[in-house]
């Protein structure tokens, strides 16, 4: 390509809602068609089989696909050209115009290139300030969320990913929650509860109290309906006494003995009333009693059972100390835990794993490492027919004691130690003289070794190592005649230093395979 000029350009170009297979322009210069990588979605494209390029006279372009985009498609054009030196100047070589241009421009395109990628990475403001953006180690931040310190904004491991799920899982019923508590479903309902709990617990307490009073609430409630004649009654009894003491006026009102009758007529009801006020005002103070058993109840059931932690707790849900007997369920270990009094400890334990008296120890594991553990050997699994008896005089009880004085019978030698002059019982044709001979030590010289020939033992003289003068061992030697037929042994060599002569009539045999060097 003729030499062009690099714009200062990002080297991407994205496409979204278009249809139809182009031409999609790219602005950043390329010097050939493979500089550039085309994406339809997240998947990459291929030259000539999913896009030809055509490359203006400055290094812009357009792509032309062969299948045609929908509106939904992205389409996304980036560089691509491969990082690498395609030219190398040697020393008094040409040193063209034309290829410096091309080498400078290669440069800056892939210069380009790589700004692009690394525009699409996480970075730090430059004005921030940090200690260690470092990521937490691979086994420290696996199954994790990344988090960031609350002092020093580094990174650290967050939550773990099973933890968040769960939160999520259940964020409806925390915001129901939340609303609750500020008031969107009900004006501050969950604090408003926790400012009565006292009255809570009392109720629970009196819970059968409630549940009676429940059974006549048509009773209570026709009383209600009637709670202002009472009101009405109560507050007049002064003038209902000074009728009662003044009857001589009443008698004088006769000319109201009609609003008289009527409140005769309605006496019955007058009476009811009184009576139901009572029944309503022992009601009330039952009431009253039963609420205040309950709350009772209920502080002394929140003092015993603390509810669901993460981790021990040191006073109970009032801020008061701990008392003996307390529960609550442990979160981070899954188990039910109990205090003490000094302590917080397992409530149950678990039987997984446990040996049962039942099973007269048929659940153990592994009855043969067990029993290697014991120390009981394979005596444990022998049948008891294997050991001697009183009865089975051949066996261990036959078998010679150490005190006993046993007879031998004889034994036959296979090896022996001295001069052999004492054996008896040798073969026969093999006499003492024959092993004084042949086996024992006084007969060799110095430096022989014991030689088996094939048919008999004998002392000959040991191969000589390398000699020398003093403690040298710089010289090996031998012979100059071979005088003996002699085959090379199959699969080995020999050497030898020469000159070396063959005596008449006596013959070297060297195998196929087999190589003798003389040097």
Known sequence: MSDIAINPVTRR?????????????????????????????????????????????????????????????????????????????????DLLASSLNEQLDSNVIMTQQLDEKLGRGLFV??????????????????????????????????????????????????????????????????????????????????????????????????????????????TSITNVNTVATDIANVNTNATNIASINTN?????????????????LASKTASEAAKDAALAALDNF???????????????????????????????????????????VAAYASLSGALLVANNLSDVADAAASRTNLGLGTAATTASTDYATAAQGT????AVQPNDSPTFGTVTA?????????????????????V???????????GQVLSYSGSDYDWVDAASGAGGGGSDEIFWENGQNVTTNYTITNGKNAMSAGPITIDSGVTVTVGAGETWTVV
């Open 13 to 93: 170009v994205q496409f979204t809602g278009n249809t139809g297979t182009g031409p999609y322009a790219f602005t950043f210069n390329i010097l050939v068609d493979g500089d550039i990588a085309v994406f339809k979605g997240t998947t990459e494209l291929t030259l000539t089989t999913d896009y030809t390029v055509s490359i203006n006279a400055n290094g812009t372009g357009s792509i032309t696909l062969t299948v045609a985009l929908i509106a939904s498609d992205v389409l996304t054009i980036i560089g691509g050209r491969e990082l690498s030196r395609t030219t190398d100047f040697v020393t008094a070589g």
């Open 125 to 234: 403001n430059p004005g921030d300030v940090f200690t260690d953006l470092e990521l937490p180690l691979k086994d420290d931040r696996k199954g994790t969320v990344l988090g960031f310190n609350a002092t020093t904004g580094d990174p650290e491991p967050g939550p773990e990913i099973g933890d968040v799920d769960t939160i999520a899982a259940i964020s409806a019923d925390i915001k129901t929650l939340a609303e609750v508590q500020d008031g969107t479903v009900a004006t501050d309902a969950i604090t408003n509860v926790n400012t009565i709990r006292a009255n809570v617990t009392t109720v629970s307490g009196i819970s059968g109290n409630v549940t009676t009073v429940a059974g006549i609430s048509s009773d209570v409630t026709t009383v209600a309906a009637d709670g202002a004649d009472i009101g009405t009654v109560a």
């Open 264 to 280: 005769a007529t309605n006496i019955t009801d007058i009476q009811n009333a009184s009576a139901n006020a009572a029944s309503a």
């Open 302 to 344: 929140d003092d015993r059972y603390l509810g669901a932690k993460a981790s021990d707790p040191t006073l109970d849900n009032d801020g008061n100390p701990l008392i003996s007997g307390a529960l609550y369920f442990n979160t981070t270990d899954d188990v039910m835990k109990v205090y003490e009094g000094s302590q917080w």
């Open 395 to 398: 066996l261990a009880d036959s």
């Open 414 to 434: 296979t090896s022996f130690s001295g001069d052999g002059s004492a054996l008896t019982g040798l073969p026969a044709g093999y006499t003492n003289s024959d």
């Open 436 to 446: 004084d001979t042949h086996l024992n030590y006084s007969t060799a010289t110095t």
